[in-house]
């Protein structure tokens, strides 16, 4: 397994082990209110914490798998090298939308690591869980940067994913009525 | 100045191909930076905010939920049932498809996912039965559509977090509607295969209808625990999704056995992407919408068309005509994020329920579902049935008219969205 496939594999295993944790904390604590009639002070404050270290990691690993929609109705009309021209733009404003939001990210974490708040509920400072909006962007500048180097490469690439494709790979395999259906 | 600077850019960003995420963010960036006062730390707060946010909290658990629900075995069951109750209709086999569509949608809220899920076997079996193909497809692009109206709604919970309102209430506000628009396109089937003379299935035995309803039952007690859960004060939107996830993986892993143990890393992750691309959107529709309102935008609309002493019915003209225009070019949570900021405070003086105009909203972006150049059940169904799009575009094209017709329904019978909630709250 190369190292790209395995970087891959860890983000992946990230985002949904994120997920599986914030649903089954949030469950969990209707159950400890219902059944034990008791409840966890620092669940809400995780399951944030966790909701936003999901989205944030969760951007970059979209890129890489085309998860990210868009309009391409108007690209699709163009001819080859303009639209790799066109895609080459939009790419470029992608990463300099990802560097804005990494700097200002980055002015905002430092600014809390420096007053020292704490959490609410949970006794780490806030910085630490804020941490994931700088790390966030920093690797969709890269996966965008990615994106750039393969266009201009000419290599062939997607800045948008394809959602109907992502739909389609529900179709049943079976064209079949249930059985009582077919008479 | 600064909202044309910002619509341009929007505008200029999306049709480049940029991902609508971006699209928004960018545009929202630069005009603060080129006209306002917030700082860059600020504005990056924004962003991290929508993970802060409670309500929004429950669209990963319902897309969880939707993940391990949509499977063909679920359609499969859903189907079965819905041919069992009404199958021996004249035109049978495509008023099931409708309700077999509204039965899917309850369990997974994606419009796209149920025209494919429940259109890849049904449409298939309406042909083989002697019906049209673009009769077949069109009704099941169209009752797709119901996914979003029929509760649980991420579109909904969306709204919700936007204007303060009450999930629950609008949850409770989609059931109504969402049935009286099958009923109507059902009707609108059976009139047309009277005059088609389209075939229809052999009754079921009593004992078959028992059988499919508890087959299909597991996964519909999804909703009675959603909505029941919400209404009896057992737990809020966000915890009730969460019981869902988890009772939806028990049903799918352990009841029904549609996916297998080793699967469920892969639903996992299925999920996880869908939240974040969808979360990835809300995030910067919400910090546009803070432009907007940092722009006094919103108000000074407001104040424009109370100047002009427009009455309540006229507004709702235009809010149809807005929503239409824009659902035929963006995404539904994009849209309700931005418009709702501006459409809320206006519709607040007119008089207009919020739970009121929400569902209109949800209406309307269900018809840009079918409506081209961008009508995602469009191209859905195009993949399922091979056809090209202008094909299922004229497919589509006769039922489209049932939806607007439904639409000014919805909108000036007020009582069919607020009475359910009206009456339990």
């Given at each position: ?183 | ?227 029941g859960g919400i209404y009896g004060g057992i737990f809020t939107p966000t915890e009730a999704a969460a019981v869902a996830a988890v ?30 691309m969808l979360m990835f959107i809300i995030a910067n529709a919400l910090l546009f919408a803070h432009v907007l309102t940092t722009e ?64 209109i909203m949800v209406v309307n972006l269900e018809i840009g579902m079918v409506t081209p150049p961008i009508g995602l059940n469009l ?47």
């Amino acid at each position: 397994m190369s190292f790209g496939s395995k970087v891959n594999h860890v983000e992946e295993g990230v985002i949904a082990f994120l997920l599986t944790v914030m649903t089954l904390v949030t469950f969990m604590q209707v159950v400890a209110r219902y059944v034990f009639n008791y409840s966890f002070i620092w669940a809400l404050e995780l399951v944030t914490f966790l909701f936003a270290w999901l989205i944030f990691l969760g951007i970059s690993y979209g890129v890489r798998v085309g998860a990210h929609i868009g309009v391409d109705a108007l690209v699709k009309t163009l001819a080859p090298a303009k639209a790799r021209a066109v895609g080459i733009v939009a790419t470029v404003l992608c990463m300099l939308y990802a560097a804005i939001v990494f700097y200002g990210g980055w002015i905002y974490v430092a600014k809390m690591y420096e007053i020292g708040i704490m959490g609410e509920d949970i006794p780490i400072p806030q910085w630490v869980p804020r941490l994931v909006l700088p790390l966030g962007y920093a690797f969709l500048f890269f996966r965008f940067g990615q994106v750039l180097y393969r266009l201009i490469a000419g290599k062939e690439v997607h800045l948008l994913g394809d959602e109907v494709e992502e739909a389609l790979k529900l179709k049943v395999d079976t064209d079949e009525l249930p059985a009582q259906g077919r008479e | 100045m600064t909202t044309a600077a910002l619509f341009v850019m929007l505008f200029a960003f999306m049709l480049l191909g940029m991902p609508v995420a971006v699209a928004l963010g960018l545009s929202s960036l630069l005009t603060i930076l080129v006209f306002g006062h917030d700082s860059l730390a600020s504005l990056s707060l924004k962003l991290f905010e929508t993970s802060e946010h409670f309500t929004l909290l429950a669209i990963p658990f319902f897309i969880l939920s939707g993940a391990f629900m949509t499977t063909g075995g679920v359609a499969k069951r859903m189907i079965r049932f819905a041919i069992a109750c009404v199958g021996h209709l004249r035109g049978g086999l495509a008023i099931a498809s409708v309700l077999a569509c509204m039965l899917f949608a309850a369990v997974s809220g994606s419009s796209p996912a149920t025209v494919v899920a429940v259109g890849s076997i049904v449409i298939a079996g309406m042909v083989r039965a002697g019906y049209p193909k673009d009769f077949a497809a069109g009704v099941v692009c169209n009752a797709g559509t119901l996914g979003i109206l029929i509760p649980p709604s991420i579109v909904m919970v969306v709204y919700g977090a936007a204007t303060e309102t009450s999930v629950g209430k609008l949850f409770m506000a989609g059931v109504v509607p969402g049935i009286v628009l099958g009923l109507m396109l059902m009707t609108a089937i059976w009139v047309l295969a009277r005059i088609k003379n389209l075939p229809r299935q052999p009754r079921a035995s009593l004992n078959e209808v028992l059988v499919a309803a508890r087959e299909s039952g597991w996964g519909l007690v999804l909703l009675v625990i959603i909505l029941g859960g919400i209404y009896g004060g057992i737990f809020t939107p966000t915890e009730a999704a969460a019981v869902a996830a988890v009772y939806s993986f028990f049903i799918a892993v352990f009841v029904y056995k549609d996916i297998g143990f080793r699967k469920v890393p892969s639903v996992l992750v299925d999920a996880s992407k869908v939240t974040v691309m969808l979360m990835f959107i809300i995030a910067n529709a919400l910090l546009f919408a803070h432009v907007l309102t940092t722009e006094r935008i919103p108000q000074m609309i407001a104040e424009h068309i109370i100047a002009w002493g427009m009455p309540s019915w006229g507004f709702l003209i235009v809010v149809n005509i807005l929503l239409l225009v824009a659902g035929a070019f963006m995404e539904p949570t994009g849209i309700i994020l931005i418009l709702a900021p501006i459409l809320f405070p206006i519709a607040t003086k007119l008089g207009i329920d919020p739970v009121h105009l929400g569902i209109i909203m949800v209406v309307n972006l269900e018809i840009g579902m079918v409506t081209p150049p961008i009508g995602l059940n469009l191209f859905v169904t195009a993949g399922i049935t091979k056809m090209s799009i202008g094909e299922v575009v004229h497919a589509a094209a006769p039922w489209l008219m049932v939806l607007l017709v439904f639409l000014v329904i919805v909108t000036y019978i007020p009582i069919i969205t607020l009475g359910l909630p009206n009456l339990l709250f």
